[in-house]
Structure formats: C-alpha cells, structure tokens
C-alpha cells in the first residue's frame, strides 16, 4: 500500500496514507525527505521548507498559511498553519466549463412512477405532523394501522416524520417548517401521506394544504385531531383509504435521467478529498451525462472553495445565484456575532483536517467537473436536471433532511470518522478509508477506501452498480437499522 500521496504537482505538501513513524524516509519526486514527526493517516508533511506566511498548498490551491518556518518533513496542522480567509469577498464572472468525461449509457433502475411524473425509489406510507405535539399521537395510529392491516405491502415501510416544531415559531423558523414538512408530503419516495395535525398551532392544517400546490388527493390526506371524536380511529381510517389506492404500486424500469441525488459529508478526514469524494464527483459527472440530478450543499463548507463553484455556472444568472448563496450565509454567521471560518470541527482536525479550505476544497471534490445548472434556496424543490447548489448549513441531519426536502430520493454521504444516521430517504454512508469499514460494517455501505489500491475506473463502474440496486429497492444500513429522522434548520426565537 502506498505510504503518501501528493494530490497535485504544485502541492507543497504530501498525505499521509498510513501512520508513519518520526525519522522513516519518503522519497517525493527523487528526494528523500527524513520525517520530523509521527504521522498519523490522513496528515500534512512539508515535502519543503515552507516560509513563515507562505502559503501552504493542497489539491493545488492554498489551503492556509505558515505562521512559522516549517522545515521539510514537518507535520504541518492547526499548530503552524492558518487560514487566509476573512470577511465577505467580491467575486467576478468569469467561466472555466469543462466537458463530461462520461456518455449517456442508457442505463435505468427500478422505481415508482407517481400519478404526477415523478419517481420514487421506496414506497412508503408516512405521517407528517404539522407541530411536535401529535409526534404521539401519530406513532399510535402507526402502531394501530399495522396491527389491523397485517401485511402492509406494497409499502416498504410506515413511518412518522417526528419533529419538535410547528408552534411558536415567528418570521424564517415558521416559513422553513412549513416549507420543509410540504416538501416531505410530496416526496415521491411517499406512497402515501397523511398530513397530522392539532389543530391550534401555527403552522395551521388549512393554510398548509392550501399552499401545499398539486398533490393526489388519493394519497395525500389530512387530519385535525382537535376537530374529531377520536383522532386514533380517524387516523387509521384514512392510513387505510391510502393503503387501498396504492394496492396496485409496482415497481417498472425508469432511465437513469429520474435520479436525484443529494451529496453530504460528515465526519471527514484527511482522505475524504482522496477517496470518498472523488468518488461522489465521478458518480456526479457521470449521472450528469446520463440527463441525472446531484445537489451539493452544506454551505459553509464551500467557503475557500466557492470560486471553483462559480466558474462553473452555467450563465450569469446562475453565478449571481451562488455569489448569493455565499454571502448571504457568511452573512448569517456575522449577524449572529459568530466568526464565519469557525471551522473544521475537532473529530476533523483529528483526521488531519486543518483549515476551513483544506475541508472546502475536499468537500466540494463530491459535485465533480460538471456545470452548475442550478441554486435552490433552503426548502426549494429541484426544477433543473444536472448539478444543483443547495442553501443548507453543514450539520449533517439538517443538511441531509434539506437534501431529501429538495426531492434527492437518496443521500450519499461520505465519512471518515462514522455515523450512523439517516434522514427519511436512504442515506448511503461511504467510508473514506477501509479501516472504519471494518469496524463499522453495519454503519457504512460502500468502502471508498479501496480506491488506495484499485483503479478510480474500476471503483466507480462498482459504485454506480451498487446505486442503481439501492435505487430499485436494496436497502442500506439506516433503513435496515431504523434509523430516520427529519431535521429542519431554525435561526430565530421560539415563543
């Protein structure tokens, strides 16, 4: 296995690929380098002596700067590096598009047609509470349902959509409830939907489903458990009404160009901008050339790396849209007196993350070479085909919850360090390295890790395989664990 890696040429840095001991030698392009330090995966070794305040380089593109003479073979991390970034910048349009490496291959996978066009890759029945208050109520009626109808087929699963919002709520925080839990009712990863509320709170029933748009009034039904005698029995009564339309569900062969797909990461390391998210790039690209959908977000983690995102909007528009994007939430940050670049989190400076760029630059490898053809604000729901920048903070629940709310019928998420959640469409994790893998088969779904020893090619082509059976009905570890949750991104006060 190789022991380093220098991602680009002009990097003065190298990666450590395994943990390397101080005084062993590496030989970077015919020298030899003696190493200063104990190296654990994932960390920085000067492969030359870097000046204080010259600029250390990764992925060819700085991620920082010295704050001290570091000598070759040095450990280069939070303890002599900094980062370059501060405040809100200016940015001009200027174009750098590059051609798909990939063909439409025609490929397809097994999905849902809904009565509205769109596709499904689960068929579920869900509850959507309009206000935490129900979130019991809603799990008896659940447990009610199952209980009399036995065998629920066609639906995959019954769940509620459980969160502790939708009442006091004023101005953004109630506009992102109510917009997020409207998003979830139209998912086309929902069979059906039955809409559950009090019947006193905010987030009022009526003005939901008047706003709610287009929905199938077969499958999407809605219940105020203040106006009725018993809300149990009416709950079950109407889970019922939908589990008789959707009887007939089955799935039929779709092309490839119906997939949405969200890209998250969390819990990164030093080789999520190696392994995982490379990967998720290639995949991106080439669903891009088969007339698919991928939406990068988590926001923040685009900050140092945004510039790259903006040479390849697809016109003006779409670069006005991300310079917006990028400072209305550096502008979030400030107008909550927190400092914009307070970030990597500790577990990724563990994994040899150092700076903000350092993880931008990584984590924006998941969106690929393809044009950005889109930007959707926080609760928006996908209009363009090919690669979308999301609103979203990083925080993984929020980011995946707002990828799923976007209509991403899958979030790929890559990671270093572990998780195991899921939000409330499969949530795939990939591992970045083979390590964690193996300590956590029943957390991680695809091991990225062994792009260290096999082809990209080879990876990617079992990659896309494996997506395609996750997309016709194989279920990945949260689903199988039971592990949901939906959550919704709050900036205001709460009553």
Sequence with gaps: MLEFIQINENDN???????????????????????????????????????????IVKYGYPIGHATKVISAGEHVHTQNTKTNLDGIKDYQFSQKLAENPYKNENRTFKGFRRKNGTVGIRNELWIVPTVGCVNGVAETIIKRFQKEVGEISPFENVLVLKHNYGCSQLGDDHHNT?????????????????????????????????????????????????????????????????????????????????????????GSDGLSGITANPLLGRLSDFLAAQGGTTVLTEVPEMFGAETILMERAENKEVFEKTVELINDFKQYFIANNQPVYENPSPGNKAGGITTLEDKSLGCTQKAGTSTVTDVLKYGERLKKKGLNLLSAPGNDLVAASALASAGCQIVLFTTGRGTPFGTYVPTMKISTNTPLFEAKP???????????????????????????????GEFVNNEKNDFREIAIFKTGVTL
Excluded: M
């Design 13 to 55: 840095v190298v990666v450590a690929l395994q943990d390397l001991q101080k005084g062993q030698s590496i030989s970077v392009n015919g020298r030899e380098i003696e190493l200063k330090d104990d190296l654990t995966r994932g960390h920085k070794i000067a492969v030359k002596d870097i000046q204080e305040n010259e600029f």
């Design 442 to 472: 029943h957390w991680i779904d695809f091991d990225a890790g062994v792009l260290l020893e096999k082809s990209a090619d080879v990876v990617l082509r079992e990659f896309i395989d494996y997506v395609i059976k996750v997309a016709s």
């Design 178 to 266: 109510r917009t997020i839990l409207q998003d979830a009712a139209l998912h086309p990863n929902a069979g059906g939907v039955l809409v559950l509320a009090l019947g006193c709170e905010n987030n009022n029933l009526y003005e939901f489903k008047e706003s709610l748009g287009e929905f199938d009034e077969g499958r999407v039904k809605f219940l105020a458990s203040q106006e009725v005698g018993n809300e149990i029995e009416e709950g079950v009564k109407l889970l019922k009404e939908i589990y008789e339309n959707a009887k007939s569900d089955k799935r039929e062969e779709v092309p490839l160009s119906e997939l949405k797909i969200g890209l998250k990461c969390g």
